[in-house]
């Protein structure tokens, strides 16, 4: 039986409605406890409970879908190729790091990707009071709380002067050996700001911003990201210019930046 991607939107919006109920509980009462994982990032309670709701909701309305979370890996079966045909892919808490100190800017990602090529994404910052989502083929959306849902598009910004970049952390940048070139691209752009994590994408997407780039990613911090990027009528790769969430970095822009923003980073 094929599955009509809207409904997996629908499926992937209702999955993180309910997370934001767990994620705004632990957030409010600062109800956890952190914990330090293998590659030094910060995890708490809130992350895993609110990945078991998400894995669970997968689990009972698409069975034999595969699953990636960033807390308990993946599951299910793969295809010759050792790439699941359909992958729910999931960052339970994308911001963990502001999580705990406070900071509002974090959110849920939920992704649907097919052979490898996310399709369905979703994004749910409840702090900020926003959320963002998209499907190939039906557009990218955001609804802020307490108003209406509404297209969103990237910008017009065609030279990287009259710019605003996003490069999340200097010294990820310098611990990948990029340190240069992300100083290039901040001075070569209008205004250069740190955004970090999911919330500097979604402002590309919408238009607010014109490129977000960043080193030492995991598909989980990416694949939700890229259909609202590219449905906006952005472009999305990674910083050698490959598509899809699996190569450990990314280049998100308003398309008519990215090849001039790939070339500084070159």
Same mark, same amino acid.
């Given at each position: $039986?094929? +599955?009509?991607?809207?409904?997996?939107?629908?499926?992937?919006?209702?999955?993180?409605?309910?997370?934001?109920?767990?994620? $705004?509980?632990?957030?409010?009462?600062?109800?956890? /406890?952190?914990?330090?994982?293998?590659?030094? /990032?910060?995890?708490?309670?809130?992350?895993?409970?609110?990945?078991?709701?998400?894995?669970?909701?997968?689990?009972?309305?698409? *069975?034999?879908?595969?699953?990636?979370?960033?807390?308990?890996?993946? /599951?299910?079966?793969?295809?010759?190729?050792?790439?699941?045909?359909?992958? &729910?892919?999931?960052?339970?808490?994308?911001?963990?790091?502001?999580?705990?100190?406070?900071?509002?800017?974090?959110?849920? @990602? +939920?992704?649907?990707?097919?052979?490898?090529?996310?399709?369905?994404?979703?994004?749910?910052? *409840?702090? @900020?009071?926003?959320?963002? &989502?998209?499907?190939?083929?039906?557009?990218?959306? /955001?609804?802020?709380?307490?108003?209406?849902?509404?297209? +969103?598009?990237?910008?017009?910004?065609?030279? @990287?002067?009259?710019?605003?970049?996003?490069?999340?952390?200097?010294?990820? &940048?310098?611990?990948?050996?990029?340190?240069?070139?992300? !100083?290039?691209?901040?001075?070569?752009?209008?205004?250069?700001?740190? !955004?970090?994590? $999911?919330?500097?994408?979604?402002?590309?997407?919408?238009?607010? !911003?014109?490129?977000?780039?960043?080193?030492?990613?995991?598909?989980?911090? $990416?694949?939700?990201? !890229?259909? +609202?990027?590219?449905?906006?009528?952005?472009?999305?790769?990674?910083?050698?210019?490959?598509?899809?969430? &699996?190569?450990?970095?990314?280049?998100?822009?308003?398309?008519? @930046?990215?090849?001039?923003?790939?070339?500084?980073?070159?």
């Amino acid at each position: $039986m094929t +599955i009509r991607l809207d409904d997996d939107l629908a499926l992937a919006r209702t999955l993180a409605a309910h997370a934001d109920l767990i994620s $705004m509980r632990r957030f409010v009462s600062h109800d956890f /406890t952190v914990s330090t994982k293998p590659d030094r /990032t910060p995890v708490t309670e809130a992350d895993r409970e609110v990945e078991n709701a998400i894995r669970q909701g997968i689990t009972a309305a698409r *069975p034999h879908d595969a699953i990636l979370g960033e807390e308990f890996g993946s /599951t299910g079966e793969q295809d010759g190729e050792g790439r699941p045909h359909r992958q &729910w892919i999931i960052d339970p808490i994308d911001g963990t790091a502001n999580f705990l100190r406070g900071v509002p800017i974090w959110g849920t @990602l +939920i992704a649907l990707a097919i052979d490898g090529v996310p399709q369905v994404g979703v994004v749910s910052a *409840p702090a @900020l009071g926003q959320k963002w &989502w998209a499907a190939t083929g039906f557009g990218a959306y /955001t609804q802020r709380a307490g108003a209406h849902e509404e297209r +969103i598009h990237v910008s017009k910004v065609s030279t @990287l002067a009259d710019a605003v970049v996003s490069y999340n952390s200097l010294p990820g &940048w310098i611990e990948a050996g990029r340190g240069d070139q992300a !100083i290039a691209l901040a001075t070569s752009a209008w205004r250069a700001r740190a !955004i970090g994590d $999911m919330w500097s994408y979604m402002l590309v997407a919408e238009g607010a !911003i014109d490129v977000s780039t960043e080193c030492d990613l995991q598909a989980y911090d $990416m694949a939700a990201l !890229i259909p +609202i990027i590219t449905e906006a009528g952005g472009r999305f790769t990674d910083i050698d210019g490959q598509d899809g969430p &699996w190569h450990g970095t990314a280049c998100a822009t308003n398309g008519m @930046l990215h090849d001039t923003v790939l070339s500084v980073l070159k």
